[in-house]
Structures are given as structure tokens and as C-alpha cells.
């Protein structure tokens, strides 16, 4: 774990240099500790979903910049799909009669029997995952260098990541204010994806934040937004 950290804060450091801040937020979720048992697993799940979905715009964009290179991109792929089908596994009641849950709960199955066997063998569980998330950060880290290289494909690279923090959102970039909204207004079970999918939701929201000029303050406009729509659906707990 104390590699994956390391590998993270290099990448904060090569945003900082190149563009005066660190732009991966800090994870505020708990680190784990040996033993290297479930419990230490399912903690690096949950780090690791944090990582890809919850601190800013960069892992997203470093994920497209890989697409240059089909079987780094196809490892980042399939480690963040991992990734996101064993939070889910972790964190959700299931159906059996959803065929998308079900395809979520296979993938993560399949992958603990191939990691761990049966028995699981979680210590070794943990391991694999690990390193294939460091894995990750060292094929961003040799994106980054590869474009840095030559002093104009730099400039083009961080000028287009600029442009596109401030005008692209992903839909499940939503999510966390949804959540967030709905966790402070004592809104329990709230399916946030169901709620974000409802509607035009997410074209209506991408419209609102692409009305400001930093990224910073159009996710304060859409958090204060995203709380009025629910206000205004579930209204004022009494």
C-alpha cells in the first residue's frame, strides 16, 4: 500500500510542476493494515474506487490518454472495472433478477477465484490488487513522460487537460454530490445512479457547470443545485 500512496503523490507532484497544483484530491478514506486478511481487502477497494471516481478529473483524463497504448489502456480498463464491480459486490444488495447486477457480481467473483482460489486466499488477494493498481499508476506515470518529453506535445497535452476539466463531466461524477446531498438531509437507500439517470439530470447539470470558469467553482454550484433538486423532490425532513 505504502507504493500505491507513493505512486499518487508523484503524480501530484508532475501536476504540480506542470500546472501549480496537485489536482488528485486528497482520499480521506481509512488506509488499510495487515494483516492482509478481507477486511484489509475490501478497505483497498474502497481506497481504490475513491482513487478512480472521487478526487478530480485526472485519473478520468490520464485513462484516455493511455488509449494511445491499446494494452495499457485495456489494463486500465479492466483493473478499474474490477475495481468498481467489487465495491459494488462490497457496498450493494445485489438482484437476482437484475442481469447488469449479476454480470458485476460474476466479474468480481471470477476474479477472487483466479487471485485467491478456494479457499479464498486473501492475503493474496490483496497482493494482486495492489499491484495491479500500482500497476496503472506506473503505465500514467509513462504516459506522462512519453508526451512531456518534447516541449511542445507538452504544453498541448496540459492545455488540453485544462480545457477539459472545465467543460466535461462523467455522469458518475455526479454521484458524490448526490450522495453527499442526500447523507446530510437523512435521505436513507437513495439509489444516487437511479436518481442522476432519472430525467435529463445529467445534460441539465452538465449545462449549469460549464456556465463557470474553474472547475473548483462549478462543483460548488452544482453541489448547492444538486441539494435543491433533492429538496424539491423529497422536500425538508420535518
Known amino acids: ?24 484530491r486528497e482520499i480521506s478514506v481509512e488506509l488499510p493494515t495487515p494483516p492482509f486478511d478481507e477486511l484489509y ?7 481504490c474506487y475513491v ?15 493511455l488509449r494511445a497504448n491499446p494494452p495499457a489502456s485495456e489494463a486500465f480498463g479492466k483493473t478499474k472495472q474490477f475495481i468498481d464491480c467489487a465495491r459494488t459486490a462490497h457496498a450493494h444488495n445485489l438482484s437476482k433478477d437484475q442481469p447488469g447486477d449479476q454480470a458485476k457480481k460474476r466479474t ?12 479464498t486466499n486473501w492475503e493474496n488477494c490483496c497482493h494482486a490488487l495492489l499491484n495491479e493498481a500500482e500497476h496503472i499508476l506506473v503505465l500514467i506515470e509513462d504516459a506522462y513522460a512519453t508526451r512531456c518529453a518534447d516541449q511542445t506535445d507538452r504544453e498541448a497535452l496540459w492545455e488540453s487537460y485544462k480545457q477539459e476539466k472545465l467543460t466535461f463531466w462523467e455522469a458518475h461524477e455526479f454521484d458524490p454530490f448526490v450522495e453527499k446531498a442526500a447523507k446530510e438531509m437523512d435521505i436513507d437507500g437513495l439509489n ?35 441539494r435543491s433538486e433533492l429538496i424539491n423532490v423529497f422536500g425538508c425532513a420535518p
Not at 478512480?52 to 478529473?57: C, I
Not at 468480481?108 to 479457499?119: M, R, V
Request: hydrophobic letters at 45%; a positive charge; proline letters at 2%.
Open 1 to 24: 500500500m505504502d507504493k500505491l500512496v507513493s505512486r499518487v503523490e508523484a503524480l501530484r507532484q508532475m501536476c504540480l510542476e506542470n500546472l501549480k497544483s496537485k489536482e488528485i
Open 41 to 47: 481487502f475490501r478497505k483497498t477497494v474502497a481506497w
Open 51 to 65: 482513487l478512480f471516481h472521487e478526487t478530480g478529473p485526472f485519473i478520468r483524463f490520464s485513462g484516455k490518454l
Open 108 to 119: 468480481y467473483d471470477i476474479w477472487i477465484s483466479e487471485h485467491g482460489g478456494a479457499p
Open 192 to 226: 444516487c445512479t437511479q436518481f442522476r439517470n432519472a430525467g435529463k439530470r445529467v445534460d441539465q447539470w452538465r449545462i449549469l457547470v460549464a456556465m463557470f470558469d474553474t472547475r473548483e467553482a462549478a462543483e460548488k454550484a452544482i453541489e448547492r443545485a444538486i
